[in-house]
């Protein structure tokens, strides 16, 4: 089992910056990947981005270019920095860890952190 705990969201104006955290605990040897998915509501979750162990990037093509993904592996926590922020990018972030399906990364879900953007 894998825990995960997000922080960092927040309100913030169109153009700005959020940095969302999500520290791991428990069997986080056994993930392949760490990854971000966000939702509004009535619709499903979408992915955001995924980081491999070695550090290997994905991205959604609607973050692409504003939004990075890291990881410290020392402590066991993964970062979404958010730059050039949008009110389309309001919703609910969830981290996830585990294996791949596709490009998402899949199995243990955070409990969300609230992003809200307004113009």
């Known amino acids: 089992q894998v825990q995960l705990v997000e922080s960092g969201g927040g309100s913030v104006q169109s153009g700005g910056s959020l940095r969302l955290s999500c520290a791991a605990s428990g069997n986080t040897y056994s993930s392949q990947c760490m990854g971000w998915f966000r939702q509004t509501p009535g619709k499903e979750r979408r992915w955001v981005a995924t980081?491999?162990?070695?550090?290997?990037?994905m991205y959604a093509d609607s973050v692409k270019g504003r939004f990075t993904i890291s990881r410290d592996n020392a402590k066991n926590t993964q970062y979404l920095q958010m730059n050039s922020l949008k009110p389309e990018d309001t919703a609910m972030y969830y981290c996830?860890?585990?294996?791949?399906?596709?490009?998402?990364?899949?199995?243990?879900w955070g409990q969300g952190t609230q992003v809200t953007v307004s113009s």
């Open positions: 980081v491999t162990r070695d550090g290997t990037t």
């Open positions: 996830t860890a585990g294996r791949f399906v596709g490009r998402e990364c899949v199995g243990y």
